[in-house]
């Protein structure tokens, strides 16, 4: 399937074997292409490089060690519990019977103060990131937005980690090497670029896509509910249909032939783990969400190399969302929506929601 995006005609991987193959294949499908792993390419808001996702194996194993630290910190069962207080402190702010906007007062707020735990900051500091928005690049309707409050966020607190370093994770890379030296500017500044960007939009969406679901189908909740063990499978299932993240680029440097179409070198494809999700030969019945679906190979973390290094962080929050929804929530009334559709020349998809408006009535005691 050829696609165009902003005039640049890109080869899209749509099988699930398909993409788990060119995932895997390196050499042939390669990450160390700066700006180029996101499609749309985005030269336009950002002026460095993504660490560790837009780099190749062994660059991208020896930056990952650095920040996988942090990462991980969402196995921590300090952080679980922190986590699943957090959520039910929020869920708990709008328990009262009032219509809210599921988006902004509930989804982003979790995402934001979650993403404090992960980088070992302060509570507080998540205050100026729910000010940005669902997307630090983009504002409603997807066009880019301009200048760039991210990039001057991060040097500010690269300034500050340098002049009075913690155990943040701010002061970690300052204090990071590299192949033997110290990681540059530009290195902290793509990492940071990425722990703020890469998983910020996907965990909004996955909280309102799956809010709106159990909205539509109160049985569901209810099975959850009646066994919270069933809770597993059941976000992985959320986190296979209900994927934000429609591609992600990989430039063919020494060109590739795909099914028939040939890619000149130095050319993109697209790998499209939203269809690879859908395949029906992996998948029976792919469109039905089923909450005890297993196996569920799904790729909505990536594979192989590229993994995605906030995997174990977005579990987290989703498991955490769905345990508090089931004890405190009895049902979910969807007042209004306004979806959030990626809209390209061969393809529309809904990704999320602009807007969620719902009430919540709670589970009597």
């Not at 957090?86 to 707020?109: C, H, K, N, R, Y």
């Not at 155990?167 to 590299?178: I, V």
């Not at 809770?231 to 440097?253: D, N, W, Y």
């Amino acid at each position: 399937m050829q696609c165009p995006f902003h005039g640049e005609d890109i080869a899209m991987i749509l099988r699930h074997a398909d993409v788990r193959s060119a995932a895997a294949d390196i050499e042939t499908y390669s990450s160390d292409a700066p700006f180029r792993v996101p499609i749309p390419s985005e030269e336009s808001v950002r002026t460095i490089r993504q660490l560790p996702i837009e780099t190749d194996p062994p660059d991208h194993a020896a930056y990952r060690a650095i920040t996988d630290p942090f990462f991980l910190r969402a196995k921590k069962p300090e952080v679980i519990q922190q986590a699943k207080q957090m959520i039910d402190a929020a869920i708990e702010s709008v328990m009262t019977g009032e219509t809210f906007e599921a988006v902004s007062q509930l989804a982003l707020p979790i995402q934001s103060r979650g993403l404090t735990y992960l980088l070992n900051m302060p509570e507080s500091e998540s205050e100026i990131w729910i000010d940005w928005g669902i997307h630090v690049f983009k504002v409603t309707g997807g066009e880019f937005k301009s200048g760039n409050v991210l990039e001057d966020y991060l040097n500010d607190q690269f300034d500050r980690a340098e002049s009075n370093p913690s155990d943040d994770f701010f002061s970690a890379l300052t204090q990071a090497t590299f192949q033997g030296r110290k990681l540059t500017r530009d290195e902290c500044l793509g990492f940071g670029n990425l722990a703020f960007a890469g998983g910020r939009d996907t965990i909004i969406h996955s909280l309102t896509s799956i809010l709106a679901h159990l909205g539509e189908h109160s049985d569901e909740l209810e099975y959850l509910r009646q066994d919270p063990r069933r809770i597993t499978l059941a976000s992985e299932e959320f986190f296979r249909v209900f994927m934000p993240l429609t591609v992600l680029g990989r430039v063919c440097p020494q060109g590739a032939e795909i099914h028939g179409v040939e890619v000149p070198p130095d050319h993109r494809i697209g790998l499209c783990w939203a269809s690879a999700n859908h395949d029906e030969t992996v998948f029976d019945d792919p469109g039905s969400v089923r909450l005890d679906r297993r196996p569920n190979p799904h790729v909505s973390f990536g594979f192989r190399n590229h993994l995605c290094q906030g995997a174990a962080h977005a579990r987290l929050l989703v498991r955490a969302f769905l345990e508090v929804l089931c004890d405190r929530v009895d049902r979910i009334e969807i007042v209004d929506a306004v979806e959030q559709v990626e809209q390209q020349e061969t393809f529309t998809r809904v990704v999320g929601y602009e807007s969620l408006n719902v009430r919540f009535r709670p589970l009597q005691s």
